[in-house]
């Protein structure tokens, strides 16, 4: 491995988050999230060894993930080849349009929605159509979202400043802006793409998306309209979206032929 | 004293509120607010009569009035004469709006306000404003009235008919149903003005104005597009307006002649 590479991804490994069995939930949902799609061991080994993980706990990890339903592993003579289960494919799936999902435009059409009152399966409700909470009873969301009927609808012009502060989730300022800090420092030093290996882009998008998905995935979705330009979390999504596009997901049997050669 | 009159009036004597010299209040405040009214003493023993309070209550009553500083008494001849002093003609004053009011337009056009915090003076100068509180940090109020400058303001095409059940005072729905009885059996009941004498047709004001405004006053102003067709409030308010066009105030020199006759 060279060491620049290893250099480049020095903070994003050291952030945090690095349970190896979480590491390869993200790196199994990244690289092989398709039915039929595996790992063969020793690319898993490569990777994990670019990521700086000893073999040791990369087995204690397989035998974990096995246990628990998310992997399976198969001999074909004498190498394992390692697969999500279906139930890891269904979790992957379920969290990637979080995780893979670009900014929506600042500009979509936004309601304020007043509620009778608020029984929990209501506000869960309203969640998943796209509505965050502002204050008790009182909901933002996407016009394109259906209000319960008998809601107080509302619109508006502009979202003063304190509006989108409050809805931001405050507790992970902190955690995206140091995201954000190796997210851009990365983004400046990486070399293009084809400069890298197989290897080293799959150890790439792992932590990218191992690091940002433990941050998005702790709070609901705010609309757009609801995020300042600023927000640490939305200038980590710029660069997560830029970072994943400049350096696309390898195909599985590039790795392997490149292991091979 | 025709014994129809006092029949008609027995309802709205009765609903409360008969401390005599809240009552005399109401009276000058309808009958003599301008600067330089004067009720002569025998007119408002003859009005007061027909109120069948006692002649010493009505001194009772004189006595406290003209302590607190609500009445001034001066002697002409024989007769005394009996007005608001300035600090009676400046409270009288500043009821008379809220007293005196018709109802506004049903589609005047509203917003809703959401503020970025509720300091007490900020809640009060918005009330004064016409804004009445819908949820804490949340304000209802015509489109005319200013927001504070940070404020989120919302419009909207419909409210819902909890927002209006929210917004109505509901401690006061049982006494307003009640002076709504009352009030209507009266309009009813009553025969045209000129059938009426002048001291008959100044009992009936004050009696209507009192009953009046000790509901209308114990709570803030609702924006009309908060209030129900059917609240009993709305309903008084407009037999109020209604009984006292079809009732005018009858001039206090023609009084002083007819009684003099």
Redesign the interface.
């Known amino acids: 491995m060279p060491t620049d590479f290893a250099a480049h991804i020095a903070d994003l490994r050291n952030l945090g988050g690095q349970r190896v069995w979480s590491l390869m939930i993200s790196l199994f949902g990244d690289l092989a999230q398709a039915e039929g799609d595996m790992i063969d061991g020793p690319v898993l080994s490569a990777i994990m060894n670019t990521l700086q993980v000893k073999p040791e706990a990369v087995r204690v990890a397989l035998h974990r993930l096995r246990n628990d339903g998310w992997i399976v592993s198969q001999k074909s003579g004498r190498i394992s080849r390692h697969s999500l289960t279906e139930k890891g494919r269904r979790e992957s799936a379920a969290a990637s349009p979080r995780i893979y999902a670009g900014p929506a435009s600042h500009s979509e059409d936004w309601q ?1 929605v ?1 509620l ?1 009152d608020t029984p929990a399966d209501t506000l869960a409700e309203m969640e998943t159509r796209g509505y965050v909470s ?5 909901l933002f969301g996407p016009v394109s979202a259906t209000a319960p009927p ?11 400043a ?2 989108r502060d409050q809805a931001a989730p405050d507790t992970l300022r902190g955690s995206y802006a140091a995201l954000h800090r190796s997210l851009a420092d990365l983004s400046g030093a990486l070399p293009p793409a084809p400069d890298l290996s197989a290897v080293e882009i799959a150890v790439l998008r792992c932590l990218i998306v191992h690091n940002w998905r433990r941050l998005v995935l702790k709070h609901p979705p705010l609309p757009r309209a609801l995020v300042s330009d600023d927000w640490p979390g939305h200038r980590c999504h710029l660069l997560v979206v830029d970072l994943l596009d400049r350096f696309p997901r390898p195909e599985l049997t590039k790795i392997e032929l490149h292991q091979a050669a």
């Open positions: 304020v007043l009778r502002l204050f008790p009873r009182v008998d809601a107080m609808v509302l619109t508006g012009d502009t979202i003063p304190w509006v």
